[in-house]
């Protein structure tokens, strides 16, 4: 019989739980490679810390290589990827700092420049702040990918481009044309708020907060 053991637990037990199942694994697998570089703690400090954080403030913040670790933790672990193998050259972006719309789209941008600037696609990942607990105040990438076909309906019913994006431009069309492109585009929002930013010269306000 299997048991949920967070049916026991507070939501802050859960977290200060799995923050320490995630440092146990951080430092078996980067201890070796992180002792002695500046800011690096002691394994039970750093839990320590975290624990404090959390009873304190319900939440708490990794570190670089913490958050590094964890998003190259994921796509190891995540068994329908073909491309998991490559998953020790997974490259954060911090993003944490960033708190405007314009911000996320600058962002976009720059994990595309990256990724690309080789001539051939590198794994890089960009991270944003979470939203605080309890709440939906966190910054949300609407695109579901940065770069995608675009579709629209002829008169006779047939999609031309890719079917699963039918919908999107129809919703982003007409003011996309107002900005006289149909060029790629970036939908976010932060604090509820919600902008479209395109790759030409513009952005368009969709709703206030």
Known sequence: MNCDITEYETPKETLIREAIEYLELYYHERYDEMKGTTGFMPKEERINSVRNSIETSGTYAHTFDELQHGARVAWRNAPKCSNRKYWQNLKLLDCRDVTSNKGIYDCCLDHLS????????????????????????????????????????????????????????????????????????????????????????????????
């Open 114 to 209: 990256k990724a690309m600037s080789c001539g051939s696609s590198e794994a890089y990942i960009s991270v944003f702040r979470q939203a605080a607990q309890g709440t939906s105040d966190g910054p949300r990438i609407w695109n579901d990918q940065l770069l995608q076909y675009a579709a629209y309906m002829d008169d006779d019913g047939n999609v031309m481009g890719d079917p699963k994006n039918v919908s999107e431009v129809l919703h982003h069309i007409l003011l996309l044309l107002l900005l006289g492109t149909l060029s790629s585009h970036i939908c976010s929002s932060y604090n509820h708020s919600v902008e479209i930013y395109s790759n030409a010269s513009g952005k368009i306000w969709l709703e206030g907060p």
